[in-house]
Structure formats: structure tokens, C-alpha cells
């Protein structure tokens, strides 16, 4: 085979420091064969902005999707036309959440039915749901073909959104190459039940997991629920497990690339009242190991890479042409030239603030307007100052240096980073002022 397949394997809402031989072996495995992304980081921490992305190639406040709810706008070429038009095959399996509209009496509403085929992002298999933690739970539950038709499925989800995969490698045309989009919702807790919901056969087996070092200063609900989540990550990895050894037993693993990542971490309620939309290592710092594609030899890249980097990675390992709209940087150039690194990367975040982040080898520095909620506007002319973080001193972001003298010059340099940031993502150039002191009488 001359091209190869593209396999991009995204979980939801897992944290990067949940890769290890204890909790996930198979993607140790893939590791060992490629590249583990050490500083991997998510442009927006929410699920829908960040899935937009993907499917974009550009920063959610230049598509529009700021928030969960607001479909992919049908004037932005998506991701899957890039691969049709380059002749492969290509396949949708599992969360869309790029479908439905937030505004009531506007638009449609699609979180629980069939998402229309004109919604279905051009990709040409499709066995998914726009919002799959509205349509299942941990057990049980169903997605929708192309044409409308509800597929029930019973069992865990993870293992059953992966048989779709697994079906699908089955019946495609093996005389040409496939780019297959496999989009689970583990480990992300289940929104109705307020709980993340682990494989049940496993969960005993990760009651005395450790708790990261960046949770337990801080009041969250990590105890209760970590068994859960270390759970479903372990059978998230069961899947690729399985979904290796299909590519195998029909001969084309070493024709496909793999990719796996996610769209954001999990901090568990100690950054604010949920589990995301935080700039904090915890919630933004995610998993990214590519195997094949000049990705090879069991290497860590310790280099600063981000989610909005996979749109023009894709296109590059598949021999496409990267549109000039697009906003990351193709990995593959920077793998293979190791004196090539980003300076830092760019975060935008949505719904529970409107705010700005970076991300630099040493420093984490945010601002956010004055809103009350980040559902106001997407944007805006002035922040304030938020968060300085030193990683070299304080992995865990327990000290806020945002209001230290010390800190000053730093955070003049970083300010104007982050201004370049966001200019270069076609926001005006903002405001940003020293973070409110409140005095006290």
C-alpha cells in the first residue's frame, strides 16, 4: 500500500499523567513503537470548542463553536473533505457535539436523535451521536447510522463504541486507504447521574490508585470518583487492545497510523464547581502518542505540542496539502528537526470564565474578563490578569504568582505572548491589566 490509514483514537476528558503500565499497557505498547507527546496540550477545554478544532483546523472563537451547542458553521470546509477529496475512505464513530444549537426556538436541536446528514461533517461512515452522554450511560445506550436509522447497542460503552470500529475495518474497501475517527466518551463523567462510571469488573482494582499531586491540596470530589475513572481508562486502553489486534489479523497494521489523544484533562471540582474549563495543568495538559507516520522508535518528545497541531498533522501524514487557514503546526516537520519548537501554546476557555491562557516550557499565565459567566461574549477588549504559575519551582500550581513583585518582568514578557497569540488567531488586541486587588476597610 503507498498511502497510509489514519486511525485517530480520541477519548474524552482524560488526563495526561493516566499513561503508564499499570493502567494502560496497549498504549505503552504503541508508545514504545512511536512518539509519546509529554506536553501535550488541548486548545479549549470544553467538548464541543475543542471537537470544532479539530474538525476545523482553526481556533473556536474564528469558527464560531465558543460554546457546547453551537453546530460546525457549513461554510467551513471540515476535516473529513480534505480525505474524500484525497480518495479515502472515511469513517465517524461515536461523539459528534457538533451538531445540535444551544438557542431555544432556533436552529436544531439533535442531542438525543439523529444528527441530519448535512451535519454529519462530510465524513462518509458514520455510526455516532451528537451528544453520546445524552443518548447511553456507562452501559448501554445508542448511536445512529448516516441515513437516520438508531443502532441499541448493550454492554459497556467503550467496548461497544469500539466494535463499530471494529466493524468498519471489517467492511471497508481494503484496495484504498481510510481515515477512521473513533471518538469515545470515557472516561468523561456521565452528566445525569453526576458520577464517572468505570468498567464494573475493574474498578476494585484501582481503589488504591494514587492521587495526582495536583488534586489533593484542594477540596474535590478525587477520592469517590478516581477508582472510576482510572477504570474506564483501563478499558479505553482494553479497546485499542483489541482494536491493534484487528488491524493485524487483516494484515494492515503496518499500513495505518495510529493516533491517540483527548480533548481535555479532568481537575475533579477543584479549580471550580466541575471538572474543565480551567487553564490548569489538570484540565488542559492531555495524552498524545502517534505511532507510524515518521512517528517511530520509542521516543518521549518533550517539546510543546497542542490539540489545534492535529488537523494539519493529519493532512500531512496522509500526503495532503495543509490549507493556509489552518492554525497549528504540522508535527511532522518538527519531529524530524529538533532545534524547530514552539514557543509556547494557546489556550482559549469558554462557559465558566471568557479567558486566555499560555503555556510556556516554565510558566502558565492566564487572564479573563470581568464577566459573571463566560456565556456573556466569546470575546473580549479587556482582561485582568489571573493566574501566574513557575512549573520549574511548582508542577502542581499550587502558588499563584499572579500579584508577586517579584514575578513582574515575567509577566510583562508573557502578556505580550499572549496578545501575539491571540492576534494571531484573528482576535483584536486586547487590553490586559494587573489583576483586581480587593482591599480591605
Not at 507527546?37 to 477545554?45: A, H, I, L, S
Not at 478544532?53 to 463553536?65: D, R
Not at 453526576?194 to 484501582?206: A, S
Amino acid at each position: 500500500m503507498g498511502r497510509k490509514n489514519i486511525i485517530f483514537y480520541f477519548s474524552d476528558q482524560q488526563r495526561w499523567d493516566t499513561v503508564n503500565e499499570r493502567v494502560t499497557p496497549n498504549l505503552m505498547k504503541l508508545k514504545d513503537e512511536g512518539v509519546m507527546f509529554e506536553n501535550n496540550f488541548t486548545c479549549q477545554p470544553v467538548c464541543g470548542p475543542a471537537r470544532s478544532c479539530l474538525q476545523s483546523g482553526m481556533y473556536a472563537t474564528q469558527v464560531g463553536c465558543c460554546w457546547n451547542g453551537i453546530a460546525l458553521p457549513r461554510d467551513i470546509p471540515p476535516l473529513a473533505r480534505y480525505f474524500n477529496e484525497a480518495g479515502y475512505q472515511t469513517a465517524y464513530i461515536g461523539k459528534w457535539h457538533l451538531a445540535s444549537d444551544r438557542y431555544p426556538g432556533i436552529g436544531l436541536h439533535c442531542e438525543k436523535t439523529a444528527i441530519p446528514k448535512e451535519r454529519q461533517g462530510e465524513y462518509q461512515y458514520w455510526r455516532a451521536a451528537d451528544c453520546l452522554e445524552f443518548t447511553s450511560h456507562g452501559y448501554d445506550g445508542y448511536v445512529f447510522d448516516g441515513d437516520g436509522n438508531q443502532l441499541d447497542f448493550k454492554g459497556y460503552r467503550a467496548d461497544c463504541i469500539n466494535d463499530y470500529a471494529l466493524e468498519y475495518l471489517d467492511n471497508c474497501d481494503k484496495e484504498k486507504p481510510f481515515f477512521m475517527f473513533v471518538s469515545q466518551l470515557e472516561p468523561h463523567h456521565q452528566n445525569d447521574r453526576h458520577c464517572y462510571e468505570g468498567f464494573k469488573e475493574t474498578i476494585d482494582q484501582f481503589k488504591d490508585y494514587p492521587i495526582p499531586d495536583d488534586l489533593t491540596f484542594l477540596k474535590g470530589d478525587y477520592n469517590e470518583m478516581y477508582p472510576d475513572y482510572i477504570s474506564a481508562i483501563n478499558r479505553l486502553d482494553y479497546n485499542v487492545g483489541r482494536l491493534v489486534a484487528k488491524l493485524k489479523e487483516l494484515g494492515i497494521y503496518d499500513d495505518t497510523i495510529i493516533v491517540y489523544t483527548s480533548d481535555h484533562g479532568s481537575h475533579f471540582k477543584t479549580r471550580n464547581l466541575e471538572y474543565k474549563r480551567s487553564c490548569h495543568e489538570s484540565a488542559s495538559r492531555t495524552p498524545l502518542i502517534i505511532k507510524g507516520g515518521g512517528f517511530e522508535g520509542g521516543k518521549t518528545e518533550t517539546r510543546l505540542s497542542s490539540l489545534i497541531d492535529m488537523p494539519p498533522t493529519l493532512l500531512s501524514m496522509a500526503g495532503i496539502d495543509i490549507p493556509k487557514h489552518y492554525m497549528g503546526v504540522d508535527l511532522t516537520k518538527q519531529i524530524n528537526n529538533p532545534d524547530e519548537k514552539r514557543t509556547c501554546v494557546f489556550m482559549q476557555i469558554s462557559e465558566s470564565q471568557c479567558g486566555r491562557a499560555i503555556r510556556t516550557e516554565r510558566f502558565k499565565y492566564a487572564v479573563r474578563d470581568l464577566g459573571i459567566t463566560g456565556y456573556a461574549h466569546s470575546k473580549s477588549s479587556v482582561y485582568f490578569e489571573d493566574y501566574l504559575y513557575d512549573l520549574k519551582h511548582d508542577p502542581i500550581e499550587k502558588y499563584n504568582l499572579i500579584k508577586d513583585k517579584k514575578y513582574k518582568h515575567v509577566r510583562q514578557e508573557l502578556r505580550e505572548l499572549l496578545i501575539e497569540q491571540m492576534v494571531a488567531a484573528e482576535e483584536e488586541r486586547p487590553v490586559i491589566l494587573p489583576a483586581i486587588t480587593v482591599r480591605k476597610k
